[in-house]
């Protein structure tokens, strides 16, 4: 498909374990980014790649937090040692460039830490 | 306090309704304004787009900006099923920002 991909769609996993989730951008978009929803917390930044820029990893939460962006397209968010308060839905957004409100989001990845 | 503060509702309107739907904010250096659409379990989809003060229309959406008041609006004419979703207001100090700031969003049902 022509639009943002993430996988897996949903993941139950127990407290301590780690967690990696996916997403696909649309393809040249240079821009990429991670965003945490909570209920009731709307959408929180996590992390900012640009091309071959270094990342702005300014909003992970914590130093379980990483992610990893491959060849400037696939990137991953790995969660280690997840904890409770982890759960949440996690979107990924790509851009082409220019103005940063043209993001296109993925459907999320839906984390339930039991 | 919030950079960005948004009603979470849920709202429930009958179809046809006009809906108004509200952000306040309190970084008086924002000035790109967008409102997403967010259906259930999808991600957020960009809606409409305004820079600094004034309306923008687009069918039966309108945005306004009140950069006094920091203030911004989003109504809904002749509201239909469609629209049942949830909407995030978002804003940025600069084109080309690395991250929005995003409401909470607010739930909309729009009752056949």
């Known amino acids: 498909g022509a639009g943002v991909s993430q996988s897996p769609s949903n993941k139950v996993t127990e407290k301590g374990k780690d967690v990696e989730l996916r997403c696909d951008p649309i393809s040249g978009h240079t821009a990429l980014y991670w965003y945490r929803q909570s209920l009731g917390q709307g959408l929180e930044f996590l992390i900012y790649f640009q091309g071959n820029s270094a990342p702005d990893k300014s909003g992970l939460p914590s130093d379980r937090f990483s992610a990893e962006r491959t060849g400037g397209s696939v990137s991953t968010l790995t969660i280690q040692r997840t904890q409770q308060e982890d759960s949440a839905v996690y979107l990924c957004?790509?851009?082409?460039?220019?103005?940063?409100?043209?993001?296109?989001f993925g459907p999320g990845t839906r984390l339930l830490v039991l | 306090q919030k950079e960005v503060e948004q009603d979470p509702g849920p709202l429930s309107v009958p179809e046809g309704a006009i809906v108004s739907l509200n952000c306040t904010y309190s970084?008086?250096?924002?000035?790109?304004f967008m409102w997403y659409r967010q259906y259930s379990r999808k991600g957020p989809e960009l809606l409409m787009y305004?820079?600094?003060?004034g309306n923008k229309e687009d069918g039966r959406f309108t945005a306004q900006v009140d950069k006094s008041s920091k203030y911004i609006s989003l109504f809904i004419r002749d509201s239909q099923p469609s629209d049942s979703a949830t909407y995030l207001c978002?804003?940025?100090?600069?084109?080309?920002?690395?991250?929005?700031?995003f409401g909470t969003g607010t739930r909309l049902t729009v009752i056949p």
């Open positions: 978002a804003m940025s100090a600069q084109t080309g920002a690395n991250n929005l700031f």
């Open positions: 970084n008086s250096a924002f000035q790109y």
């Open positions: 305004t820079y600094s003060s």
């Open positions: 957004a790509s851009r082409v460039g220019g103005s940063a409100e043209t993001q296109y």
